[in-house]
């Protein structure tokens, strides 16, 4: 893992102070910011997203999906925790602590803003450190990828009717076309994108010059554009942080439990269909983990910047690394 991915945690509170810092200094001046839009597209952030999510888009190969049979039952657990237990998980644990637990200390309008990010959180699957997580639970590469493939392409098509669904059923109504711009904008562009420059770059330069020298040099860009993303989320969000910082600690919760217990689900099964470790692992994984910038994005497009549900998806970040590094620990205690 390398430097800023290894200590991503760390570089996420030292935004969290500096955003808060920014936002105290240049006060209302930093909201003009949140005023470019392009339709619902607020534009500064859709660029830092993008600069965010085409580095991991860019190593996908799609032909890799020719392979599945060869790993179809970790494939189909992979699936099925993914899109049919997954996102319902998410929204009843955050109906139990958001709704009720914790109604005695947050507002009905609060329980209903980080109710709606976690539900964002819990409908995107893991497409970019995912593969970090399979590299060290020495799990299988090329089956890696194609559940990284595959869960791009049910993306593009399951993520809104499901998102919508569930915002639904918790009584926040959303446009459906934000969300479908949304998906198009922070989805099927980079992805599109990225596709393009793999199969170009590859056939014109050869893999080894695009493993050894393009990947390397988009790394950093990544990590860069996520945490000005997480700096100028929090500079929105200071005032909200300064007067309820234990909001940070009761958005965490349920998002830790939820993450434990689809990747417990994930491992019984794949037990149960007597997957190897090297398949089983990255299944645990993918499930656990989430595709927090498109649900930062999104939260943010049909939202706003300051708003609740933006907050929440980004204490799904503050606790990823840590909660992830920890799941790899046991998987990779548990080797069978």
């Known amino acids: 893992m390398k430097f800023f991915e290894k200590y991503l945690t760390a570089w996420v509170l030292l935004c969290i102070a500096a955003g808060i810092l920014v936002g105290k200094l240049l006060g209302p001046a930093v909201s003009v910011l949140e005023s470019s839009k392009l339709y619902t597209i607020n534009i500064p952030v859709a660029v830092l997203v993008w600069m965010m999510i085409y580095p991991m888009m860019v190593q996908i190969d799609f032909s890799s999906i020719t392979n599945v049979s060869k790993n179809w039952k970790g494939l189909a657990i992979t699936v099925t925790v993914n899109w049919l237990i997954k996102p319902f998980t998410m929204a009843l644990f955050g109906w139990i602590f958001f709704k009720n637990l914790y109604a005695a200390w947050i507002s009905p309008q609060d329980a209903e803003q980080y109710l709606a990010g976690a539900i964002l959180l819990g409908a995107a699957p893991c497409t970019a450190m995912v593969f970090v997580w399979s590299y060290l639970v020495k799990g299988d590469a090329n089956y890696t990828l194609v559940q990284v493939s595959v869960n791009d392409l049910i993306l593009l098509v399951a993520f809104v009717p499901i998102v919508k669904w569930l915002l639904g059923v918790t009584n926040i109504q959303i446009p459906y076309e934000v969300l479908i711009s949304s998906v198009v904008v922070f989805v099927v562009i980079p992805l599109s994108t990225g596709y393009i420059t793999n199969r170009i770059l590859i056939k014109s330069k050869g893999q080894e010059w695009f493993q050894q ?102 204490v799904g970040v503050l606790i990823e690394v840590p909660v992830m590094l920890s799941l790899v620990a046991l998987a990779n205690r548990w080797r069978y």
């Open 213 to 314: 020298k393009f990947l390397p040099t988009l790394r950093p860009v990544s990590i860069l554009a996520l945490l000005t993303t997480l700096i100028l989320l929090f500079a929105f969000q200071g005032e909200q942080i300064i007067n309820h910082p234990y909001s940070i600690f009761l958005i965490a919760l349920p998002l830790t439990i939820q993450t434990y217990v689809i990747f417990f689900i994930t491992w019984l099964g794949g037990k149960l269909l007597r997957l190897s470790h090297p398949v089983c692992a990255p299944a645990a994984m993918i499930g656990a983990s989430n595709f927090f910038e498109l649900a930062v994005a999104v939260a943010i497009s049909l939202f706003g910047l300051n708003s609740g549900a933006s907050l929440a998806t980004v």
